[in-house]
């Protein structure tokens, strides 16, 4: 599921987490976050949710006030890319308890975090929800644990 | 220096109070400009923090940033903070470091170097979460450099770590090989023992590598197909397995898995009977158990239906696979219509008649509200018109067409267009179709309709009243269409005796005046809807009808001398001209102005020196090389012909070069000229022959591993042939695409054929043969035949079109 690049972003456009699964230039990142956002935003509702943008294939979903869009290969499987969009907000929606918007953007490295847990390389790392929680929550410990070790506060 | 907040027992995970507080801060902000204010002092303070060196704020810091540099704003003063962070020995500094390396940097900058030795450090470190942030980063933005560097680590986690670790090395694994090709027989010999694992995280992983491997490598691939019968176990495991928590998706184990290894058996079984026979019954399953209620497995089986029609499987498992796309054009969700259309469109000229079966709901997705959908419907529903169903089909298009959004008109006139010359049932139907299509969507056509739609009326000869009745009809009713009142123009010009004549067996008479044509004509040419071009038929028009007309000719007379005085050039040349006709070679006029005679078909790649190719010239003794240019300008024809007669009085037949005297001579002239070039460019060869019908091959491509050929069937007997069928077989590694034939009717008397498109697919390079039955009835009574063609006839294109182009280029004005 060669993922390019996976994008949240808000009803107004404004961007919450991008995470590009190729080297690109800052300027080129910045024109492809623009061209999505208008693209997606754009769209009527009733209308599927996959659009085709140079030669990749767009898979969007829009959840609650966020747009979460990713960018796939012409081989890729769209169907199985609506499901790992639903993966990702279902682990976010674990680890903060009904999440919203506003989670995100206040604790947004915690949403890498929980990715990097889940995608790697642009491709899937782990299919079992309870794996993946596991191991967000342990580093997080680890975190506390080091932290009380070296008796400073984190932050 | 401490941060003076600690963090409650609830918010333990999220100790970064500050950094909330700056984005809370930030998002107070009422305008652009205070937003900009607020960060430009932020970014002041993270530099002086970073400035001061180890004080436990550094990663607090990297955190701010990197919100800012998400707003859009520039950060690139705190990539040597990733650098140092990520050499800390602290977890929540490395974790934040990585983060912003994978953020801040790319495999382009310099500063990505420098922390290869860290990463390397830490793949061996004693806590797997620190591995795991090196693996992730490595994985994230490696460079090719790095990746050399940090393979053998990399092997080494493959095959002694925990599960954990393990899976991340995996991808990691892909990367490297994604970054350097080379290194990938650095990771095949531990790939294949990775399949027995039975975490879900490795073995996906697992495949994910192995798929890599084999797509990068042919060798590789041959190698992994022995893994087939594993595959299949596992994947057999996950469909028949019992309610797996852990790995459930609404009722599907582990969809994530089952996908990736259907993509891998697609890859292992294309074009190897061996391995598309040892799935062929797990495929079978998995298409029939999958509860396709939910996207989880209507995914899988979305997958499932890729693999089967890209492998050798049997054709009672893809008549099931194109069946599962059937159900899903059904299906309430608008995505799995989108796929399956995608997915329909891609087989459509292979398994031709199995999607047929499907036309209905095809072409009822048409009136999805969605332009995608609509779009993938449209081009499904053009693949799959025949010659049984072109009326039914063209009126769905037609429907179609006067609803559609305005970005998919252009794509739909051509189709229709396309079709229509492919299957017209009769050449009234077509011209009407076109006509219709005119009037709809006039301004959405292709430039050649014009000349196309009136050779077509110019062939049609017992038309020719009906047609410019009706032309006249809709010309009197609007004229903003350009290309309908073009056309109209040039046949009330052609043809006006016969609008006049007011008889007409096909329409309900009408008397028409010669005054009322003449007012049709000057409303167009004095419009502000017309375009040049169309004033210059309409002017044209009208001095034709100088000889067609009997009372109302000084009428035209002053017509064309006003125009004398016209500010656009090309009209006043022309009705200079014209007045010239009038005075001074008016015995000239009527020979001039005679009726055309029936065109060639004229594609756009031939000149007139090409002769026309097409059997429907009902004339064929009187050919006359058309230039495509002859319709729109007469006036430079009138011109040449005027510089021509300065000595002879012949009449000529308006004739575009001046140098193309030969050309007026018969066809046979002609072929004599060219050294037995055919009409049509590539060489045919009869290989039936009986009851009167003959079979003709006709090879249109050929490449070292691809063959195009066209089957022709014509029939010189006194009766129709029906029910005129092929098939085909050929050798067992040449794959066969028929597509749709033109027709099951061959008319007698040899007024028309039927064509057949054959491609042939020859990835081994095997001599080609193939054995074709014809089977047809002739007079009530059933043949069937065989016929066997061991050699074809090559495209003999590349030295006769050097003759056509010196003979082109020859008789070009």
């Known amino acids: ?155 | 220096m401490t941060t003076g907040c600690h963090a409650s027992k609830d918010t333990v995970m999220t100790p970064s109070v500050r950094l909330q507080e700056m984005i809370r801060v930030i998002r107070s902000a009422r305008t652009q400009g205070e937003e900009r204010g607020i960060i430009q002092k932020e970014c002041a303070d993270i530099r002086a923090q970073f400035r001061q060196g180890d004080n436990g704020e550094r990663s607090h810091s990297l955190a701010k940033l990197l919100y800012v540099h998400m707003l859009g704003y520039p950060a690139h003063f705190g990539q040597m903070e990733c650098v140092r962070l990520i050499a800390s020995p602290r977890y929540s500094e490395k974790r934040i470091g990585y983060l912003g390396a994978m953020m801040l940097l790319d495999e382009k900058q310099d500063a990505s170097l420098l922390i290869t030795n860290s990463i390397k450090n830490d793949l061996s470190h004693s806590s797997q979460y620190v591995q795991s942030l090196a693996l992730c980063t490595l994985a994230c933005m490696g460079s090719a450099e790095m990746c050399r560097d940090l393979a053998p680590e990399i092997e080494r986690l493959l095959r002694a770590s925990n599960c954990y670790i393990k899976k991340k090395a995996t991808l990691c694994a892909v990367h490297i090989i994604r970054k350097v090709p080379e290194l990938a027989e650095l990771f095949t010999p531990s790939a294949r023992s990775l399949l027995s694992e039975k975490n879900h995280g490795v073995l996906h992983g697992a495949v994910v590598l192995i798929t890599e491997l084999c797509e990068h490598n042919p060798d590789t691939l041959d190698q992994f197909r022995k893994a087939v019968p594993e595959l299949v176990q596992i994947m057999k495991g996950l469909v028949t397995s019992s309610y797996s928590p852990e790995h459930n998706v609404a009722g599907i184990s582990d969809p994530f898995l089952q996908v990736r290894i259907l993509r891998l058996l697609r890859i292992l079984g294309h074009n190897n009977d061996t391995a598309s026979d040892a799935m062929n019954d797990l495929l079978a399953q998995v298409a029939t158990n999958t509860d396709s209620s939910k996207t989880a497995g209507s995914a899988v089986l979305y997958e499932t239906v890729l693999t089967i029609m890209d492998i050798n499987s049997e054709s009672g498992l893809r008549v099931l696979a194109v069946n599962i796309l059937g159900r899903f054009l059904l299906n309430n969700d608008r995505n799995i219509r989108y796929i399956s259309m995608t997915s329909l469109q891609k087989i459509v000229q292979t398994d031709h008649n199995a999607v047929q079966r499907h036309r209905g709901t095809i072409v009822d997705c048409l009136k999805d509200q969605d332009t995608s959908v609509k779009r993938r419907a449209l081009e499904l529903s053009l693949a799959l018109v025949s010659a049984v169903n072109i009326r039914s089909m063209m009126k769905e298009l037609l429907i179609f067409l006067s609803t559609c959004p305005p970005e998919l008109r252009s794509q739909t006139t051509s189709g229709i267009f396309n079709v229509a010359e492919r299957y017209s049932p009769s050449k009234r139907w077509h011209i009407d179709t076109i006509l219709h299509v005119l009037t709809t969507a006039g301004g959405d056509v292709r430039d050649e309709t014009v000349p196309n739609l009136i050779q077509l009326i110019t062939t049609a000869s017992e038309l020719h009243c009906y047609t410019v009745h009706k032309l006249y009809r809709a010309l009197v009713k609007e004229i903003s269409q350009q290309p309908l009142v073009q056309v109209a123009c040039w046949c009330i010009g052609e043809y006006g005796d016969l609008l006049l004549k007011g008889e007409c067996e096909e329409i309900e008479p009408v008397q028409v005046t010669e005054d009322d044509v003449l007012d049709a004509l000057e409303t167009v040419l004095q419009s502000h809807m017309s375009s040049p071009a169309t004033r210059g038929f309409a002017l044209t028009a009208t001095m034709k009808l100088s000889t067609r007309i009997t009372d109302n000719v000084d009428r035209i007379r002053s017509i064309v001398s006003i125009y004398g005085s016209c500010i656009d050039l090309e009209l006043q040349q022309r009705a200079v001209e014209y007045n010239a006709l009038f005075k001074k070679y008016d015995h000239m006029r009527a020979a001039v102005l005679e009726r055309m005679p029936v065109m060639g078909k004229n594609s756009p790649g031939h000149t007139n020196g090409d002769t026309s190719g097409e059997n429907k010239e009902p004339d064929p003794s009187k050919p006359k090389p058309v230039e495509a240019g002859l319709l729109s300008e007469p006036a430079s024809q009138v011109c040449d012909l005027l510089d021509l007669l300065g000595g002879t009085d012949t009449p000529l037949q308006p004739n575009p070069a001046p140098t193309s005297t030969p050309t007026t001579t018969s066809s046979t002239d002609l072929l004599d000229l060219l050294g037995g070039l055919e009409p049509t460019p590539v060489l045919t060869e009869t290989v039936y022959e009986k009851n009167g019908l003959r079979l003709k091959i006709q090879c249109d491509k050929q490449t070292e591993t691809e063959v195009m050929v066209t089957l022709i069937g014509s029939n010189s007997a006194q009766n129709d042939i029906t029910n005129f069928s092929l098939q085909a077989a050929v050798p067992k590694s040449v794959q066969l695409q028929m597509k749709a034939p033109s027709g099951n009717v061959i008319p007698a008397h040899g007024l028309g054929q039927v064509t057949q498109t054959v491609v042939l697919n020859n990835p081994n390079k095997v001599s080609l043969k193939i054995r074709i039955r014809v089977s047809y009835s002739n007079q009530g009574v059933m043949h069937q035949d065989t016929v066997q063609i061991d050699s074809f006839p090559s495209p003999a294109c590349q030295p006769q079109s050097a003759l056509c182009d010196t003979y082109t280029s020859s008789a070009s004005p």
């Open chain 1, 1 to 155: 599921m060669t993922m390019h690049f996976l994008l949240l972003f808000s009803r107004q456009g404004k961007l919450r987490l991008q995470k590009w699964f190729l080297p690109l230039p800052e300027r080129e990142r910045k024109k492809i976050v623009k061209d999505m956002t208008t693209m997606v935003l754009s769209r009527k509702p009733r209308t599927c949710n996959f659009l085709h943008w140079k030669d990749l294939k767009i898979v969007y979903k829009r959840y609650a006030s966020l747009y979460f869009c990713c960018a796939l290969e012409n081989k890729d499987n769209e169907l199985l890319a609506l499901e790992i969009l639903h993966r990702y907000v279902e682990l976010l929606d674990k680890y903060f308890g009904s999440v919203c918007e506003l989670d995100i953007i206040f604790n947004f490295e915690k949403a890498y975090f929980i990715l990097d847990e889940f995608l790697m390389g642009g491709e899937i790392q782990e299919t079992s929800k309870q794996s993946i929680a596991k191991s967000v929550e342990a580093s997080d410990m680890l975190q506390e644990t080091m932290e009380e070790y070296m008796s400073k506060p984190a932050f």
